[in-house]
């Protein structure tokens, strides 16, 4: 099984739809993190939580909104999406300990 | 702020060769970390090496190297013996703090074809 999973891992939605993404972990770490990948960006990244009390803006967390429900699950939601939103979206995890991130399968959003 | 910059949007290498994807960064930290990622065409983003600021050697994972050059800033990766699967995109990334797991900083990739 994988230790990164995100559901779903396609999304085709209308503007204005709320859409949540979902981001489970069973590698135990404490760090998550949420990432958007856009062709020729790179991945950029969104919101990032250090523990289940902590969660932080990240480059580009403008209309975006992330819940941290248990250590080893992160949300990541888009309340009104819009095409601009389209792109993949990865979830990733590190250790407190070392720096190195392990990421999700990823999930391709299309906003029409 | 820290920049990762990688200024080949693409390479191509023959199969059983060596290739070498450049990577420069800026940063005013002195402890940070970098990485590089492979990303296949199914998507995924695959871990393949990592390198502190303070190790002294240069890091190594099997076919991949990390030629680490602290004075340049820069840290190219180098595949030895090309492989037909190794055809992805390549991202190097920094992380701002040492050993502390730190946000990840992506340059925009390079990718890599690997011809027969």
């Known amino acids: 099984d994988a230790d990164v999973t995100q559901t779903p891992r396609n999304r085709i939605t209308k503007t204005g739809k709320r859409i949540m993404l979902e981001c489970s972990q069973t590698?135990?770490?404490?760090?998550m993190y949420w990432y958007r990948q856009d062709p020729g960006l790179g991945l950029r990244l969104i919101y990032y939580?250090?523990?289940?009390?902590?969660?932080n803006k990240g480059e580009i967390s403008d209309g975006y909104s992330v819940s941290r429900q248990a250590q080893a699950k992160f949300s990541l939601s888009l309340e009104s999406a819009i095409p601009n939103q389209t792109a993949l979206y990865f979830c990733?995890?590190?250790?407190?300990?070392?720096?190195?991130?392990?990421f999700g399968p990823g999930t391709r959003l299309t906003v029409l | 702020a820290q920049k990762i910059t990688q200024t080949q949007p693409g390479m191509f290498v023959q199969e059983k060769e060596a290739v070498t994807l450049d990577c420069t960064y800026d940063?005013?930290?002195?402890?940070?970390?970098l990485f590089w990622y492979k990303q296949p065409s199914s998507g995924e983003m695959i871990f393949l090496i990592y390198?502190?600021?303070?190790?002294?050697q240069n890091a190594t994972e099997g076919r991949y190297s990390l030629n680490f050059q602290k004075a340049r800033k820069s840290a190219n990766l180098v595949i030895s013996a090309s492989q037909l699967g190794d055809s992805a995109m390549y991202f190097c990334?920094?992380?701002?703090?040492?050993?502390?797991?730190?946000?990840?900083?992506f340059g925009q990739g390079t990718e890599l074809s690997v011809k027969p």
């Open positions: 990733a995890t590190s250790d407190i300990a070392r720096d190195e991130q392990f």
């Open positions: 390198q502190g600021s303070y190790d002294e």
């Open positions: 590698k135990g770490h404490d760090r």
């Open positions: 990334a920094m992380s701002p703090i040492y050993n502390q797991g730190g946000k990840l900083i």
């Open positions: 939580s250090f523990d289940v009390k902590d969660i």
């Open positions: 940063t005013s930290d002195q402890s940070y970390g």
